[in-house]
């Protein structure tokens, strides 16, 4: 496959942030996701947030595992240091990193397969250390990159390309960070760029673990079993030449509406997502009201969106409680690493 980089042309009129860089310095590779992908839109949000706070692109770490949202972090801040996981490893790499630099921005890029099948374990001990960093799932119900089956956030009732139905509940990510404590906690849609970019700023600003569960609709998988126009039904009715999916062009789906209204929105395949924005005088610093609610609208069928809850964790966040020095590892100098014989002997013998 050819790959084609994105144009670095750049007009002069452009506006700038306070280290003088355009929002065209925050991107970065083409994307090779489906037109119209919701992943997209995400990537649009973090490099409109990464600008709007004048982050420094050298600062950003970007993380991810493995799936078609572990690709976005292809997709902004080129000037960053990334690293592509094993699938559901991601949490492992980011402590690691975090650990021995905590004054970069880390920013773990996932999506609900990669978090809440091989990579659970590995996402609730992230929550458990609250390890200072932004977490985002990208949350679209399948496994994008191995034909659409169901992931354990997809809903009972959802049917899958070849029309079966999912009968297993859902994981939520939002009532299961709750529940393991996280201190900031939120919900959108990726088609909200104007309620997702100032999430993802305060998420950077956050000191500790912050989550941000982003619908995202998959833009491929609409063609289920049962259609003479599927495109399963026209494989089985041909002799292909080659075993390859076309996938059409569709428009990304955009929501605006205001807060405390909820919104139907419709999907590429036809199903509908019922949005409720939170009320301008919602509470977020209470957990147990924040779960209660979040599960009360769930038995409506709606998702809420916005910052859930959100309470100060420094006294637990990961460096504090660890004590680990101001000065980054790779900083430190060698006689502060290997302090000698003499002086690991004391150490282990407080373990006699």
């Not at 094993?86 to 492992?92: A, D, E, N, T």
């Not at 600003?205 to 495109?231: L, Q, R, W």
Request: hydrophobic residues 35%; neutral net charge; aromatic residues 8%.
């Amino acid at each position: 496959m050819t790959f084609i980089p994105k144009p670095k042309v750049t007009h002069p009129n452009l506006p700038r942030n306070e280290l003088g860089l355009t929002r065209r310095d925050y991107e970065g590779a083409l994307s090779t996701l489906c037109a119209g992908c919701g992943h997209d839109s995400i990537t649009a949000a973090i490099v409109e947030a990464c600008w709007g706070i004048s982050a420094k692109p050298e600062n950003v770490v970007k993380l991810s595992g493995i799936g078609c949202s572990s690709k976005t972090t292809a997709y902004f801040v080129s000037g960053g240091h990334g690293f592509n996981s094993v699938h559901g490893r991601m949490p492992s790499i980011a402590m690691g990193a975090n650990a021995a630099n905590h004054r970069l921005h880390y920013i773990g890029i996932s999506g609900d397969g990669d978090s809440l099948s091989i990579g659970l374990g590995q996402f609730c001990h992230a929550i458990r250390r609250n390890l200072d960093m932004l977490y985002i799932i990208e949350n679209n119900g399948v496994y994008g990159l191995t034909k659409g089956q169901f992931s354990a956030s997809a809903d009972v009732g959802t049917k899958a390309k070849k029309g079966e139905v999912n009968h297993q509940p859902p994981i939520d990510p939002v009532l299961l960070a709750l529940n393991l404590g996280a201190g900031f906690v939120a919900r959108s849609f990726s088609g909200d760029k104007r309620q997702l970019v100032p999430l993802i700023q305060a998420g950077l600003s956050y000191k500790g673990f912050a989550f941000i569960d982003v619908m995202s609709p998959c833009v491929t998988f609409n063609d289920h079993e049962g259609s003479t126009k599927s495109y399963a039904y026209t494989r089985e009715h041909m002799e292909p030449v080659v075993e390859a999916d076309y996938v059409p062009f569709a428009r990304e789906i955009v929501a605006d509406y205001s807060p405390g209204e909820a919104l139907p929105v419709m999907m590429h395949d036809g199903s509908r997502v019922v949005l409720r924005k939170l009320a301008t005088d919602y509470d977020p610093t209470d957990a147990h009201k924040a779960h209660a609610y979040v599960q009360e609208h769930l038995a409506r069928g709606e998702h809420l969106t916005g910052l859930l809850h959100c309470r100060p964790t420094e006294d637990t966040e990961f460096h504090g409680l660890n004590r680990t020095p101001d000065v980054p590892l790779n900083e430190l100098p060698y006689a502060k690493l290997n302090p000698g014989a003499a002086t690991l002997g004391k150490l282990l013998a407080r373990y006699r």
